[in-house]
């Protein structure tokens, strides 16, 4: 017989656009009777799922995503939907049609994004887990301003089916938690293998957080994370972190990834390439308000995208638009990709000689709401979180002090479906740090 969870706290971040008041939940389960939120971008069942945007706004999903199965299947209570940048395109989860979310830690500044509604919820204290997802630093991005933990899995790792598609081959739904721990706890119940997404492995977590195995690992510190553009008192955070790590028995060594000079550029015309295509569904036919069909299709077209598409979503899909178009294709996307597996071969190289890599997850504290308005200014601040996304691997980002008293995170990367090593590392660092 199921159980229902009633919540009652208020949400004074705007961290969720749609929240329940009772959720059901089974017993003698992983998570039962556990609040869990989930992103908006993630398919719920009878629950409206707008991905952040007004294009999808009364669209209530027949199906479930594997993730949200697997977390019903284990007990958890799904409590609401959180807030989110407008399909996931965003820094600050200002970009949101439903209003920003705001820091729990300060709420004059952005909580990141675009998962920015899952870590503010976890952070006020309504929820202990909720899941992102992590298309160039989303859920790494709002763990390390709101003072919380996040993991991007490996590309693979965990199924995406029932994720709005915004940029397929980067992005990947992540747990998120007030601990490693917690963080643990949900990707051993959401990496259960799908048969739906041919893009997701067979290789279900089943690790306990170990931090003791910190003894004897070699860490490698690439210099490009703490370059030009990382604010000094973070990077010094971020050090005084490695240095706790050392104490503990594991040795450093310094690094170089050449290829993060042109990371951010093969991303951003990446993930703008696949969402000019993905994004064409919504088109007022399929999905969205319907569209009065009184003049040629591709005026309403035209005019329908317009009025629901946010700016920052028409931006990308022109960029991305432009970037497939004939002539321009092999200058830009093309080359993109071959910028991609070199990224991609830049960290196999670096992690054949040492277990993980570490570094600051953001250049900066957590913005002050409207500081980033210049979309060139927002799209550099993604840095030091892309390159995982582009070569596929593991990274957690988990809290390691503050500065003017806001939290800074620091980043650990690891080998492809060795999430396990990224966990221990972080487990090694938050238990010695409490």
Known sequence: MPEIFEITCEDKNNAFITLLKSAEYETGRILSGIPVAVKDNISTKGIETTAGSKILQGYIPPYDAHVVAMLKKEGAAIVGKTNMDEFGMGTTTENSAFSPTT????????????????????????????????????????????????????????????????????????????????????MKVISAPDEFDSTAYHNQYTHDPDPESIKGKKIGIPSEYFGEGVDERVAEKVRDAIGVLEELGAETVECSIPSMSYALAAYYVTCTSE??????????????????????????????????????VIRRIMLGTFALSAGYYGKYYAKAQVAKQNVRKDFLRVLKEVDVLAGPTMPNIAYKLGEKSDPLEMYLSDILTVPANLAGVPAISVPCGKVDNMPVGLQILGKHFDDETVIDTAAAYEQEAA
Request: positive net charge; charged residues 20%.
């Open 275 to 312: 969402a000019s295509s993905n994004l064409s569904r919504f088109d007022g036919i399929r999905f969205g308000p319907k569209v009065e069909a009184k003049r040629r299709w591709h005026e309403e077209f035209r005019d329908f995208r317009g009025e629901y598409f946010g700016e920052e």
């Open 103 to 186: 820091n729990p830690c300060d709420p004059t500044r952005v909580p990141g994004g675009s998962s920015g509604g899952s870590a503010a919820a976890i952070a006020s204290g309504m929820v202990p887990m909720a899941l992102g997802s992590d298309t160039g630093g989303s859920i790494r991005c709002p763990a390390s301003f709101c003072g919380i933990v996040g993991l991007k899995p490996t590309y693979g790792r965990v199924s995406r089916y029932g994720l709005i598609a915004y940029s397929n081959s980067l992005e990947q739904i992540g747990p998120m938690a007030k601990d490693v721990s917690g963080v643990s706890t949900l």
